[in-house]
Structures are given as C-alpha cells and as structure tokens.
C-alpha cells in the first residue's frame, strides 16, 4: 500500500523554464518569473546554483525544452554540484519521469515547490488538512502516468499482475484518503458557516486582506490591530487565516482577516483545497486588496489576485486597493482615485486614512444612544448585548444602558430612546 513520504529536503538547485508562443502567459517562463522561482527555492531552504530559460516555438512532448537543452542542463547539473531541477512551467507526469532520467536528479515543477512550502509551513490543522489533499491530488495523476510508462515497456517484468495490483492498490488508497480529507473539510465549512451566521446576526461586517504574496498583508494587520502574527521577508510566511476585532471608530467595529498570500501559477490543487478558508472572501463585507508599490512588477501581481478572487467568485465583493511598503515607491506619483489608499505597515503612514476608507465603506449608520428600560422589559436587554455593543448599564428607577445600536436594533429600541451623542 501507498505510504506518504517526506520530501527529499531541498538543498542545491538548478531553475529552468520554457518560453514559447503557444504557451498561455500562466503556463510561460520568463526571466521574472524565475526570479521569483528562486524566491520561492530560498523560502523552501534551498540554494540556487543556476537558471536555463530556453526559448522554443513549442514544448517537447518527451523532454519539454528538448534534447540539446535537456543536455545542456545535464553538464550545468553536473558541473554545479545540483541535486535538484526545478522547472517554472507545468511538466506532465511522463516529461517529469523522463527529465529525472536524462538529468540524473530529482526533477520537480514549480507545483511541486509550493507544495512542499505550504506542507512545511501549514500550523493549524485545518491549514494541514487543505495542504495534504492538495499532495494527494498532484500525487494521482503522477502514479497513473507511471503505470502508463510501464505497460509501454511490453513484456518487461512486473508490468502485468502484482505490479498492476499493486499500482490499483496504491490509486484506491489515495483516493480513499482524498475522500477522508474532502469530508473533514466539509466539517470545516460547516462550523465557518454557523460562525458566518452568528456574525449575520449580530450585524458585524467582515473584511478580508488579500494580495500577492509578501505585499505585507500580516504586517498590515500587526498594524492595524496589535494581532502579533509573524512577518518575515519571505514567501507565504502566512498560510493559517487570523482574524482579528477593529474598531474602525466609536460606532463601527468590524472583524478583519488576513488570507493567504497569491502567485501567479499556484497550483490549481491548492486553490481547490483552500477554498474552505478563501470561500469567506464571497461572504466578506469588503475586500482589502494590497500591494507592494515597491515592486516593479506589481501590475502583474494584481492581476494575478484579481483572476484568483474572481475565479473563488468574489468579483462582486467590494474592493479597496491599498498600496504598501509606500515609503519605498520610486515612481514619480502614486496610483491614486476614490478607492485607493496609500501607506506603509511598517512606519504607520496612512493608516488613519485607511481606517477612514474602511469607515466610509462599512459604517452602517450605527450610533451611540442611552435607553431607559423598565424592569419588567429586561429582556431587552439580553437582546442589546445579543445585537448591540453595550458600554455602560446602570440601575435606578430604570435600567439605563448606554450603547452603540445599529438602525434596526434602535428601531425596535425606539420608545425607550432617552437621548443620543453624536
């Protein structure tokens, strides 16, 4: 039977990518995108010896980037001491076997990459959950397209009877613990949604922070509420959601998460698996998109967030686009409009502009009244702790609460309205 087995631990690599015309944009290589492949290699503890982007009018069926380059980085792996090839482009099954045989080391893509980084830094085990049915869904296909390679081989031993038992052996086994996963996760979404309903109730709006990976979403959120969440110059330093209280102003308080970073390329495993934790994204109140405005490529990375909230089905949502790490920006001027905010996490720059942004978004008209209850409609009051922010109870020939309603809580308040401030 199948047993899951750690990743060899990724030391010495080479990078290579293909850049053709007949490639989407999502599946090319490009000279930045594998820069940022070499980002992702230092996240995962690995060490980049060299890169090799061949550019081809189409991939090779068999070798992907051909046989002269496949052996141009044979001798570069050679030469270099590599143990490792990582690819920037998608390679199937039976290109990855066959590179790992010309190469003489492990081959991977860069799915396989993310994977191996989301696995070693998942904390919570609903974090661990969504990652390990993205591996199994990878893995599958992998195993099937080693059988294929085997029944090629007509007649060779162990291509018929134990091997092909063995191999249906290990498909039903992933696909049982696939199925294991996909239910766990079903009890994942089942308790987000009774905690999406309590928060319907109680009429608190939710924000979600979005963007491309390393834009300083987790700083942002430090920032904004002392959440104390880890924010490292790295790659995905955030995979587990943190959900913190914002008080916006006197009369507006919201919950705000912070949501795991985008790539471009990610994995359409892992956008599967995550949709447990990114699905809050369609019920969130306001998206907060964020971008680093020190990055030269930034444009890009927006896009990429933008196809990846739309393809989860937030397109609806709104949207303020926040840009980050501003102190840094070298341009000449900002991007600027009504749903635009500049500012910088780590210095605290305009933040209370940021606040005011989310404010004018989301206040819902809430304010701070006193009422005057009688003790035979103390129930009442059970209902304005339920559905109002109660500040201040005192009992004398009433029970005068002090307490910051929303419209329809003040409506069914009404006669016991005493006065209000502001």
């Excluded at 979005?210 to 700083?219: A, E, L």
Aim: proline share 4%; with cysteine.
């Amino acid at each position: 039977m199948f047993e899951k087995t750690e990743v060899k631990e990724i030391n010495r690599a080479v990078l290579a990518g293909l850049n053709a015309p007949c490639l989407s944009r999502e599946e090319n290589a490009t000279d930045e995108s594998l820069d940022e492949l070499a980002a992702l290699l230092d996240t995962a503890g690995g060490t980049c010896l060299g890169t090799v982007l061949q550019n081809r009018s189409a991939p090779d069926p068999r070798t992907f980037v051909g046989e002269g380059k496949a052996e141009e980085i044979r001798e570069l792996v050679r030469s270099l001491g590599a143990d490792i090839v990582i690819f920037d482009n998608p390679l199937s099954p039976s290109q990855q076997r066959v590179l790992t045989e010309e190469l003489g080391v492990t081959v991977m893509d860069r799915s396989a990459l993310i994977l191996d980084i989301f696995a070693k830094r998942a904390r919570t085990s609903e974090g661990r959950l969504q990652v390990a049915l993205a591996q199994y869904k990878y893995l599958l296909p992998r195993l099937t397209g080693m059988w294929k390679h085997l029944e090629r081989q007509e007649g060779a031993i162990g291509t018929r009877g134990p091997g092909e038992t063995q191999l249906e052996s290990d498909r039903r086994h992933i696909h049982r613990k696939i199925a294991k996963l996909e239910e766990e996760l079903k009890d994942v979404r089942r308790v987000r949604a009774t905690q999406r309903e309590r928060r319907e109730k109680n009429e608190v709006p939710v924000v979600a922070i979005v963007g491309y990976t390393n834009t300083g979403k987790s700083t942002l959120l430090n920032a904004l509420t002392g959440a104390g969440i880890p924010a490292n110059n790295r790659l995905f330093d955030t995979l587990d959601t943190t959900t913190r209280t914002l008080e916006i102003s006197d009369t507006c308080t919201v919950l705000i998460s912070d949501t795991v970073g985008f790539i471009s390329k990610l994995p359409h495993q892992l956008v599967d698996a995550f949709k447990a934790t990114l699905e809050e994204l369609t019920f969130a109140d306001l998206l907060v998109h964020v971008i680093d405005a020190s990055g030269p490529n930034w444009r890009e990375q927006a896009a990429v967030v933008d196809r990846l909230i739309q393809e989860l089905g937030a397109a609806e949502t709104p949207r303020l686009e926040v840009f980050n790490k501003c102190d840094k920006f070298v341009g000449d001027i900002l991007p600027h409009g009504e749903d635009m905010v500049s500012v910088s996490a780590k210095t605290g720059a305009g933040l209370d502009a940021l606040l005011a942004a989310i404010g004018r978004r989301l206040d819902a008209g809430a304010r701070r009244v006193e009422l005057r209850l009688p003790y035979g409609k103390g129930g009442l009051l059970d209902q304005l702790y339920r559905e109002a922010k109660v500040e201040k109870v005192d009992y004398g020939e009433t029970i005068e609460v002090t307490a910051v309603c929303t419209p329809r809580t003040l409506g069914q308040m009404a006669e016991y309205l005493a006065e209000t401030e502001g």
